[in-house]
């Protein structure tokens, strides 16, 4: 069973920076893409961007050009950045392995990392 841990969250103030991390531990075998996501305050959990085991990078319409993505799956890990945050991006971000290529079928949640941006 794969295990996936996020860290690097805390509090930063607007305008600092987010990278975070994410570590799978376990089987990744059948692990074909990682996805990023957060949920914040009353609002339902979204999509960022991830990467493929072939190591092609998607990002949702929403994001794209604000986060960055890097890390392998073969390496186990995976990161997530963002510059110039604004209290916006106050959430908890997860990652998640995927057993397929689209980003559509989960088989595993990381417990979130919070980031918590002040104005």
């Known amino acids: 069973h794969v295990q996936l841990v996020e860290s690097g969250g805390g509090l930063v103030q607007a305008g600092g920076s987010l990278r975070l991390s994410c570590v799978a531990s376990g089987s990744i075998f059948s692990i074909n893409a990682m996805g990023w996501y957060r949920q914040a305050p009353g609002q339902q959990r979204e999509f960022i961007g991830g990467?493929?085991?072939?190591?092609?990078?998607e990002y949702a319409d929403t994001v794209k050009g604000r986060f960055t993505i890097s890390g392998s799956i073969a390496l186990r890990t995976i990161f997530l950045r963002k510059d110039i945050l604004t209290p916006e991006d106050t959430a908890v971000y997860h990652c998640?392995?995927?057993?397929?290529?689209?980003?559509?079928?989960?088989?595993?949640w990381g417990q979130g990392t919070q980031v918590t941006v002040s104005s």
């Open positions: 990467i493929i085991r072939d190591g092609r990078k």
């Open positions: 998640a392995a995927h057993s397929d290529t689209q980003f559509r079928s989960v088989s595993k």
